[in-house]
């Protein structure tokens, strides 16, 4: 979604783009805590209002908690994705393909999917896999404050947090390997975008060539 909304504006005016600039800045300097105690008051205007209730049980796994959950995780990524991966399809408009591109009459979304996704591919690669890395920095709060029993709560509660007035238990031993494995997952994925990186731009490839020949 943010990679989307990053190419589509784009083609959209000056005024949108300055909109949508300041609320990826307020979203993106917002605590994840913040923003799940929102998306809660959300639900409880919805369920005062209406009397419907969308929210799910804590330790419950269903769809809507998955929702929910999913939600709060990806607002900072998305954004970040969003300001990153605009600037880099911004840095690749001023090339004269682009201006060629739209000469013969292409449709700005056509431009973005034939060329500039195509071009800018392995440095969009790279915010993606930053953005992933905060997503991963946000999964204990999350999951703790929505209850969901993943190891992101697993931890939070490892190192002596509870709800409600339960005693401090502190367990080290399952904390640092829980850290063990989200570490695991980020080096797995930051070797996966590398070699996508390598794939998509041929210029990485001839530099890691030259160094190796160094």
Known sequence: AGLRA????GGLGDRVVLGNERTGAVLLVSPTS???LLVQELQAIICGKTG??????????NAVQIFWASVVLAIRPATYLYRH???VLERETAED????????????????RRHLLRAGGSALVATWSNSFRLMIGSLPLVEYFFGYPGLGRILVQSIGIHYG???????GDIAIGLVVILALVLITVEMVAGGVQRW??????TLEAATEGW
Do not use: F, I, M, Q
């Open 6 to 9: 990053g190419s589509a504006v």
């Open 34 to 36: 913040l923003l799940a």
């Open 52 to 61: 419907l209730v969308v929210a799910a049980g804590y330790g419950d796994v």
């Open 85 to 87: 991966g605009r600037a």
């Open 97 to 112: 393909y682009v201006r060629t591109a739209e000469a013969k009459g292409l449709e700005w979304s056509d431009v973005v």
């Open 165 to 171: 007035v339960k005693p401090v238990v502190l367990r």
């Open 200 to 205: 998509l731009d041929p210029r990485l490839r």
